[in-house]
């Protein structure tokens, strides 16, 4: 018998192929978009939640938005244990699917560690690009205890997850502009946009673009696993109409 044989599927076509199929309109504030899927213990609910809301409200998340699924036959692909419950939250990608959507021929690069000092993005330290793994880069580097998202919110120095995607740099006005709209309706994630032809916290990159590097959207989901706190984190996990989740 011949074995079945899968075929290898790196990240960025699973970024790429969430990228077409978000269809969030900031200025509307309606549409659908890629999300990030946490399973935690329901006896850890409270404190999981409590976590996620000061890392968001610290600015080191993606969007303020929120879901919390407790019925376990109500919820896409992801699939609860009896007493699991479930945190959606945005995925930045939704950041670059509303910038191609808009028109700007964004392209995701790479996801790293970023080292913040009194508030201010130094550099990356770590970095795996999208096109050279099969698995998610933040993933991989939540895995590795890497983080310390804890100390960036209570001191303003630490390191966070973050990823970075270029544009043509004559989009520059444009994405400007998208990331503003993009804000006003609380996807504030955006950690750095460089000038063109220079490196991006300390990372070089293509001729001719510019850079930018949006806040982790797992940020949170790290700031719980340093507490000790069993979670089960899935980036990038599914597609959610934006209306079902509330701003917190």
Same mark, same amino acid.
């Given at each position: ?6 075929? %290898? ?36 609910? @409270? ?7 000061? =890392? ?31 945190? =959606?939250?945005?995925?930045? %990608? ?22 913040? @000092? ?34 960036? =919110? ?6 966070? +997850? ?19 709209? +993009? ?31 949006? %806040? ?31 701003? =917190?």
């Amino acid at each position: 018998m011949t074995p079945v044989t899968r075929p %290898i599927i790196f990240a960025i076509s699973r970024i790429e192929n969430m990228m077409y199929q978000t269809t969030f309109d900031p200025v509307e504030e309606k549409g659908m978009i890629a999300a990030n899927v946490s399973i935690i213990r329901e006896s850890d609910l @409270e404190d999981a939640l409590s976590i996620f809301k000061e =890392v968001m409200h610290s600015g080191l998340a993606v969007g303020s938005y929120m879901l919390v699924v407790r019925d376990q036959s109500s919820f896409g692909d992801v699939s609860l244990d009896e007493h699991e419950c479930a945190i =959606v939250t945005p995925c930045s %990608i939704t950041i670059d699917g509303v910038l191609l959507k808009c028109g700007v021929p964004v392209r995701p690069i790479f996801g790293g560690i970023v080292q913040i @000092e009194n508030g201010v993005p130094v550099r990356f330290t770590d970095i795996l690009t999208y096109d050279s793994t099969t698995i998610d880069p933040i993933d991989v580097l939540m895995s590795q205890d890497l983080t310390s998202v804890t100390d960036v =919110v209570a001191t303003g120095s630490g390191k966070i +997850l973050a990823n970075a995607r270029i544009a043509p740099m004559y989009a520059r006005e444009r994405v400007e502009d998208v990331l503003d709209r +993009l804000k006003a309706a609380n996807f504030n994630g955006i950690l750095w946009v460089s000038d063109p032809n220079t490196d991006v916290l300390g990372v070089p990159i293509e001729r001719d673009h510019i850079g930018i590097v949006a %806040i982790g959207g797992t940020n949170p989901m790290a700031a719980v696993q340093e507490q000790a706190i069993p979670i089960r984190t899935y980036a990038l996990a599914e597609l959610i109409d934006i209306k079902k989740m509330e701003v =917190v």
